[in-house]
Structures are given as C-alpha cells and as structure tokens.
C-alpha cells in the first residue's frame, strides 16, 4: 500500500491518503459461479439476499468479481457456499480492494 501525506495552507494537520492498489486479477472469459436467492418466511417482506455457489474465493477470475459485483448490486447480501476452505486474508483484500 503506498501512503501518501498531503499538507494543506489553510491547516496545520497532516492529512494521510492511501492510494487505491492496481490489481490484475487472472483473466476468465466466464464464471462457473449461479445465484441461488434466499427464501424467507411466507409473507416476508424481505426481498435481498441469495446464495452463490460454483466460486472459491482464494483462487477467483475477473469474469468471478464482476459476477459477484453484479450479485451484491441486486441482492444487496451475499452468503458463499461450498468454499474449500477458509479465505485467506490476501484474497479477502482483493476481493475489497477493487
């Protein structure tokens, strides 16, 4: 991460702003991931919320991001089903860093 300091005249404060990372993510020109909603009670309200299989977290494409992108826009909460194992935090970075 590359932190940069900006000093502003009008202020005696140090102001700290972090960059935002370039990050290439391996290319796929399709995902295997589905959305699957999430059923709630009969007569709820609630209308967010769904399921995705067919993605692993620590090895994911960028067709996977812009598939998840897409899911969290419309279903606003997204729970990850079958993952092999535990998301590493280098991989929870990437996915949050975009």
């Given at each position: ?32 991931g ?24 620590n ?40």
């Amino acid at each position: 991460m590359v932190v940069t300091a900006v000093i502003t005249e009008e202020t005696n404060c140090l102001r700290l702003k972090a960059e935002k990372p370039i990050i290439d993510l391996p290319h796929a020109d399709t995902t295997t991931g589905r959305v699957v909603p999430i059923k709630h009670a009969e007569g709820s309200q609630v209308d967010f919320g769904a399921e995705i299989y067919g993605i692993d977290l620590n090895n994911f494409t960028d067709a996977d991001f812009e598939f998840v992108s897409d899911a969290l826009h419309k279903w606003k909460l997204l729970a990850f089903k079958e993952q092999p194992q535990m998301l590493k935090p280098q991989q929870q970075y990437l996915l949050t860093a975009k």
